[in-house]
């Protein structure tokens, strides 16, 4: 579900901006939760594919969801293309994005990792909207509330 790629990524960018020398947290955080939700951008239906859904529909239609969107492949040329512009701003992108990629291979649905080169999929057992997905969802938001204070 949306909230919990963008507590899953919140969490990430928690533990790890402090580690690095962040010129701008706040900007690095919100570039990281954007793209926590922007693989989804090959689903109308989903949270972003809805803001965008002509750009979506078309998206899905020519590779589908969980296609090339939800590939390593994709995000590591957008990150190349972003660190020639800005590495700090690369850098969210990649873990943000990330982020997604590592909670949908934890799904029945899963993803393919090595998409385009390979159509085997990681696949996990965590059903999108279960149970266990919002108590996920209530320890991740806890630990959030744990780093910041």
Do not use: W
């Not at 954007?34 to 109308?44: E, G, R, T």
């Amino acid at each position: 579900m949306f909230r919990t790629h963008l507590i899953f990524s919140f969490l990430i960018g928690l533990l790890i901006i402090n580690s690095f020398n962040i010129q701008n947290k706040i900007i690095f955080i919100i570039i990281l939760l954007i793209a926590s939700a922007l693989p989804d951008i090959d689903s109308y239906k989903s949270k972003i594919g809805k803001k965008i859904k002509p750009i979506s529909f078309l998206i899905n239609l020519f590779f589908r969801h969980r296609g090339i969107f939800h590939s390593p492949f994709i995000l590591i040329l957008i990150s190349l293309v972003i660190a020639l512009i800005n590495p700090e701003i690369a850098a969210a992108f990649f873990i943000g994005y990330l982020s997604h990629l590592v909670l949908d291979s934890l799904t029945p649905e899963g993803i393919m990792f090595f998409y385009p080169f390979s159509k085997k999929r990681t696949k996990g057992r965590i059903r999108t909207g279960s149970l266990f997905e919002n108590i996920l969802f209530i320890l991740l938001l806890a630990l959030c509330f744990y780093m910041l204070l």
